[in-house]
């Protein structure tokens, strides 16, 4: 791909040649698992028992080492460790911020990065994960839309955050245990709000959660994991019907002349578009309420007729309303909402009859906040552009 190429989602899901050598296991389902194990010499008839063994190995204890799968024959394992690998993402580093959260800086294959975010509550531990390294989306407050969409990850590459999260958290339990047998979980809630357009990259995505909830793995209940979109129409029924998380809109602008310029793939899907396709999203109900993501910007979208604009848009449709306070990063065009501002906005959503919290900024001090993801070398590279040009090299 060269820069004269336009990005398309049709560039983004033309499969690339992955390089000679041992196959890596993370990522595979189920299914897939069992056409390598078969391919690769296992006997059908001992398929879906291997499949099992090894699954349980991988995502319920996190062994990465053929050798320790003591269940399986010491012949078997050292064919499957000619074949076969069990490799996550590499942490490059780890940032902790003053109120516990980490934000982990993740190398991928081709030597790309994304960053991680950890954060911990006193009732769940959330991991913020990312579906893509770049953004197609440009949203204009958000950090990560400045840097340029490089490629999907694949599902092992999503899974894997998951994973290599587990690793520092030392959550793995032993072998022959169960994590929840461990006291409650430090990594108990998956949200896909990082880099990337998680509706983009639909089939990764969708393989990796389900290796997520898998009862004999890491075993996350689907209302645990939560999908973020920017708004990708005809992607949204199918998120119901293939992974049946919890969804959450990107949605921040009541009017489609602002949106347009919050949410650029509002001149794609407007939000009369959007807001039809959530109304039929399959699972909307109150139990499972949409929630809509609304980032505060002070004197853009953040007045009293924003709320009451925004409260009957949403009529019909079983939702919360998170508000966030936009997280300044350097370069920023916008400024945070006022406090008392966000507030009132608050009020006017709460005595509509719906939830309307204020989410509590997190990780500012690391740049892990929501909206600042955007990887180190993307950064530095950013950074030595901004002094050239300074200096008028």
């Given at each position: 791909m060269?820069?004269?190429?336009?990005?398309?989602?049709?560039?983004?899901?033309?499969?690339?040649?992955?390089?000679e050598g041992p196959v890596n296991l993370v990522g595979l389902t189920r299914e897939k698992l069992r056409e390598v194990l078969i391919e690769n010499g296992t006997p059908e008839k001992q398929a879906k028992m291997r499949v099992n063994q090894i699954?349980?190995?991988?995502?319920?204890?996190?062994?990465?080492?053929?050798?320790?799968?003591?269940?399986?024959?010491?012949?078997?394992?050292?064919?499957?460790?000619?074949k076969f690998v069990i490799e996550t993402p590499e942490m490059v580093s780890r940032q902790i911020s003053a109120d516990g959260t980490r934000k982990y800086l993740v190398r991928i294959a081709g030597g790309h990065e994304v960053e991680v975010v950890y954060i911990p509550e006193t009732d769940r531990g959330t991991l913020c994960i990312s579906s893509q390294v770049g953004c197609t989306l440009t949203c204009s407050f958000c950090h990560t839309g400045t840097?340029?969409?490089?490629?999907?990850?694949?599902?092992?590459?999503?899974?894997?955050?998951?994973?290599?999260?587990?690793?520092?958290?030392?959550?793995?339990?032993?072998?022959?245990?169960?994590?929840?047998?461990?006291?409650?979980?430090?990594?108990?809630n998956i949200v896909l709000m990082g880099m990337g357009e998680p509706l983009y990259n639909f089939e990764n995505v969708r393989d990796a959660m389900k290796i997520a909830m898998d009862g004999e793995g890491i075993s996350l209940s689907?209302?645990?994991?939560?999908?973020?979109?920017?708004?990708?129409?005809?992607?949204?029924?199918?998120?119901?019907?293939?992974i049946g998380c919890m969804l959450a809109i990107s949605f921040h602008a009541t009017d489609d002349e602002t949106r347009n310029r919050l949410v650029p793939i509002n001149k794609r899907w407007n939000l009369a578009a959007l807001l039809?396709?959530?109304?039929?999203?399959?699972?909307?109900?109150?139990?499972?309420?949409?929630?809509?993501?609304?980032?505060?910007?002070?004197?853009?979208?953040?007045?009293?007729?924003?709320?009451?604009r925004l409260v009957q848009l949403i009529k019909g449709i079983p939702a919360k309303i998170n508000l966030i306070p936009f997280n300044e990063w350097p370069g920023a065009p916008y400024e945070r909402s006022d406090h008392d501002r966000i507030q009132r906005f608050a009020d006017?959503?709460?005595?509509?009859?719906?939830?309307?919290?204020?989410?509590?900024?997190?990780?500012?001090?690391?740049?892990?906040?929501?909206?600042?993801?955007?990887s180190a070398t993307e950064r530095a590279r950013k950074s030595k552009r901004d002094i050239e040009a300074e200096a008028g090299l």
């Open positions: 060269t820069d004269s190429i336009p990005i398309t989602q049709d560039v983004l899901t033309i499969p690339r040649k992955l390089p699954w349980q190995w991988i995502y319920q204890w996190g062994v990465r080492d053929f050798e320790a799968m003591t269940n399986l024959s010491k012949a078997y394992r050292a064919e499957l460790a000619e840097q340029k969409l490089v490629r999907n990850l694949t599902a092992g590459e999503i899974i894997g955050q998951v994973m290599m999260a587990r690793d520092d958290l030392e959550e793995w339990p032993e072998p022959g245990r169960a994590t929840d047998e461990n006291g409650p979980r430090l990594l108990s689907r209302r645990r994991i939560t999908l973020s979109t920017s708004g990708v129409v005809p992607e949204i029924a199918r998120t119901a019907e293939e039809d396709a959530l109304r039929a999203y399959p699972k909307a109900s109150n139990s499972e309420r949409i929630t809509f993501e609304y980032v505060m910007l002070k004197d853009v979208n953040d007045t009293d007729e924003d709320a009451r006017i959503i709460y005595k509509a009859g719906y939830a309307s919290p204020i989410r509590t900024p997190r990780g500012e001090d690391i740049m892990a906040a929501c909206g600042q993801l955007k």
